[in-house]
């Protein structure tokens, strides 16, 4: 009796399965194959799956079923059990839950785990070779995995100041919105889409009263998030974010560019030495002047001369990029300054795409100042989807752009889990 409670005790162990009874354990040697016949212990049987309330038997259900363990050493590993049907008061007849795996999932916990912190980590293809499962089936246990960690923790209990922007994840204009926790750096929430309609959504989930407690937003210029966050959060401190403003400015830099580079071949759609450097001029006329390469400057030095018009553009976005700069480093009043003259010389510099630019800006100039006044930026939403682009490209071949937001809520939002026999918390960085 000792040996036998010990052997199970040991299969219990192994299989991952601590609140079940082993009831046998056979090897298939011909197809590599263990399977462990397992029930759930007392505590843990009749309840329903999807709720786990205890309730009174329905049926036999499909009879049998079968979920994937993690392999032992190099043999897969399967449990088997029964799968009755328990009647739920609340949802009708569903198939009992086992302490062992996830409603309607064919894994073991301990299983999606695993395969969850993997796909966070690593390529595709170790994945799927390690852990000798499809890629599809990766997105699936992911997005389960990641609904499973949501539902267990109350991520926006404390939440105050939110970034909020866009990422495209798939050609064919497939985007993605995104919020972000300025205070965590946490994903927080992501859905498919860019609209007014997607971010409704968002603080529907959030609640009225969750909303109130919003005191900082910072976004883009984008009217479809200005207005969804003045209807939900009207007395949240609403800022432009610095980012997307230089980058404006760096958009009708490129125009000028381009128009000059237009006019240098002629309009006969021929190059020329002339408009082959302009074309090679933009990586100097982006880059920081703190940054430029010799050669990088020596080809601003050759605009100044040659294409005054040109530099002259380049001068309007890095003043415009000098405002954020000084606002930075604690110069609020100087960067206010710096902003109402660069309006002014915006306004008076005879180039059309500057000109329509100063007029974008004076439209945001009070949601300049808030992000000046309080240091509101969407750099970290930046960051965040900077990684999620590197995610997008790992997770290639997911059909469902939710399994795509489960990998991107594991790995930037704080809830992958450890891994199975480890004893790290989830919410860990």
Known sequence: MENGVRFASVWRGLLGVERAVVEDVEFDAEVGVLVAHVRPGKGARQRCGRCGRRAPWYDRGEGRRRWRALDLG?????????????????????????????????????????VAWLAVRT????????????????????????GDAKASVDRWANLRRIGIDEISYKKGHKYLTVVVDHDTGYLIWAAPGRDKKTLRRFFTALGAERCRQITHVSADGADWIATVVAERCPDAVRGADPFHVV??????????????????????????????????????????????????????????????????????????????????????????????????????????????????????????????????????????????????????GYTDPHALIGLGLLALGGLCPPLPGRTTTALTR
Not at 89 to 110: D, F, K, L, S
Not at 283 to 305: F, G, V
């Open 247 to 396: 980058a404006w400015a760096t958009e009708a830099l490129d125009q000028v560019r381009r128009d000059a580079w237009n006019a240098a071949r002629g309009g006969k759609g021929q190059s020329t030495q002339e408009s082959k450097a302009l074309k090679k001029a933009r990586w100097a006329l982006w880059r920081n002047p703190a940054d430029l390469t010799d050669a990088q400057q020596a080809k601003l030095n050759w605009l100044a001369k040659t294409h005054p018009r040109v530099h002259r553009a380049w001068a309007l976005k890095e003043g415009l990029r000098v405002v954020f700069t000084l606002a930075r480093h604690g110069a609020k009043t100087a960067a206010k300054h710096a902003l109402h003259r660069w309006l002014s010389w915006a306004r008076r510099c005879r180039i059309p795409a500057f000109v329509d630019l100063q007029r974008r800006v004076a439209t945001h100039r009070d949601a300049i100042h808030i992000s000046i006044d309080h240091g509101l930026s969407n750099g970290l939403v930046e960051s965040v989807n900077t990684k999620l682009r590197l995610l997008t490209r790992m997770a290639f």
């Open 74 to 114: 190099v043999v897969q590993a399967w449990l088997e059990a029964d799968a009755p049907r328990v009647d739920c008061p609340t949802h009708g007849p569903t198939v009992i839950a086992v302490p062992w795996a996830r409603h309607n999932a064919g894994h073991t916990y301990a299983f999606d785990d695993q």
């Open 123 to 146: 390529s595709k293809t170790a994945v799927e070779a390690l852990m000798r499962v499809a890629w599809r089936t990766v997105g699936a246990i992911v997005a389960r995995v990641a």
